[in-house]
């Protein structure tokens, strides 16, 4: 069992982090399967998400009893911060990878590929026809003929529901702050409705786009990148908006403090990455 001892805590053996490995080899091999045409891949990948969910499940409502028994002290609590940051830090390093990739697409390798700058001799020795701009799926046209996603329909609303969010989960805060139980329940109710709102409608923007612009993963390398940046980033909004989904059913349950709240909090950091991270993906792949 889990003890307190002074400024140290004293976790009890978990099984649980051996079962997330599983979980993560099961679906990353599943996922690569899958991608390379073999059929069992997808059900081996959703195998490998079932137990990933139920060691979630199994994980985090071990750490909420756990916190509602009085077990942290300020030093878990502290950690359990740095250990939010951290984390956090490595998905700005995830995303800024992407969003390398995409300036190096754009900014480098299509002037190279037109004739410009030093290693412009592919154009003149290679593909001396191609002359697109961006967007482009690349001098052999990869996947065929296609539409970009505009910016002024569906990702603008998108944009305006992901900021509006921000502010109803910061109203919840200090709802929670001024021990003000209502403002807080109604705050992240508001908040995991615009995040679900947000889902919806990226999904529908989805089947808009393969099915009408012909905007696929295969559609070279801009297809690539749109699919890559908006599709991690969508799963990072149906994440937080699922751990958003807890703290609102934790909160109606009479959980936390105005002085002891930090899973609402790192809830709270983790959306408002995902907001700005959005506003990226709204100025550098849909405006741009």
């Not at 490595?90 to 300036?103: D, H, K, Q, T």
């Amino acid at each position: 069992m889990a003890h307190a001892h002074g400024e140290y805590y004293q976790p009890q053996p978990s099984y649980w982090p051996i079962i997330g490995s599983i979980g993560l080899f099961t679906g990353v091999a599943g996922f690569a399967a899958f991608l390379n045409g073999v059929d069992i891949g997808k059900y081996i990948m959703l195998a490998g998400i079932g137990i990933l969910l139920f060691m979630m499940f199994g994980w985090f409502g071990a750490v909420i009893r756990e916190s509602e028994a009085g077990l942290y002290n300020d030093q878990v609590d502290r950690s359990f911060r740095w250990g939010m940051i951290w984390f956090i830090v490595s998905e700005v390093f995830f995303f800024a990878a992407f969003f390398g990739a995409l300036y190096y697409t754009r900014d480098l390798t299509l002037p190279w590929l037109l004739g410009e700058g030093a290693k412009g001799t592919a154009h003149t020795f290679l593909w001396p026809e191609f002359t697109e701009a961006w967007p482009t799926n690349g001098p052999q046209g990869v996947g065929g003929e296609f539409q970009s996603m505009a910016a002024w329909g569906v990702p603008a609303l998108n944009t305006l529901i992901l900021l509006t969010s921000g502010v109803t989960v910061t109203w919840a805060h200090w709802g929670l702050k001024q021990d003000n139980r209502q403002k807080l329940i109604i705050g992240l109710f508001l908040t995991v409705a615009l995040g679900f709102t947000f889902i919806g409608l990226q999904a529908w923007e989805y089947s808009h786009a393969m099915s009408e612009l012909n905007l696929t993963l295969g559609s070279g390398i801009y297809g690539s990148l749109f699919y890559m940046l908006t599709g991690f980033h969508g799963f990072h909004v149906t994440v937080g908006s699922i751990m958003l989904l807890v703290v609102l059913i934790r909160s109606m349950a009479g959980h936390f403090t105005p002085k002891r709240h930090f899973a609402f909090e790192a809830v709270a950091w983790y959306w408002h990455f995902v907001d700005v991270v959005w506003l990226g993906l709204f100025v550098f792949v849909y405006w741009l």
